[in-house]
């Protein structure tokens, strides 16, 4: 992906933000609103004698296209971008997504280091209901079908370590 890419004629990528599991977050500005925006992308790679869908690569449309209906659930949350707009550009998938300006979390924990989730102290029951907490939100928030976005999750973090 390289700046200056335009997707469906609308939203220009400026500079990467991050890099994630199913693609990468760009700075971008939407050319219609002449405002800032975030876009989520995630190539589809169509390899030469699979066809143009194999099977695998529906899969990760759908996975695209429900997270995108996911965050467009969230409403009024603090810290939580707005999604204004989702769809394909060729072999690009997008979503887009409020700017919010900031520090990525990894500023906080450190590249490739998990974030300290006990108090001073050493007591962990607060992460733990605060874990809690968060889950039961994902839960409400994702519908019936919750399961299936925690299960997807629990895959990807096993093939990520090396283990699926």
Sequence with gaps: M?????????????????RGAQGSVWLGLDLVLNRPVAVKVATLHRHPGQGEHSEELNRRVER??????????VQNRPHVAVIHDHGEDGDILYSVMEYIEGRPLSAHTGQG????LTGES????????????????????LGPDHHRVFEACREASRWKEGTG
């Design 2 to 18: 390289e700046s200056g890419r335009v997707l469906d004629r609308r939203y220009k990528l400026e500079s990467p933000l991050g």
């Design 64 to 73: 695209f296209r429900k997270e995108a209906q996911a965050m467009a659930r």
């Design 113 to 116: 280091r998990r974030a300290r």
């Design 122 to 141: 050493g007591d962990s029951r607060g992460a733990a209901a605060l874990c809690q907490r968060l889950g039961q939100d994902c839960a409400r928030l």
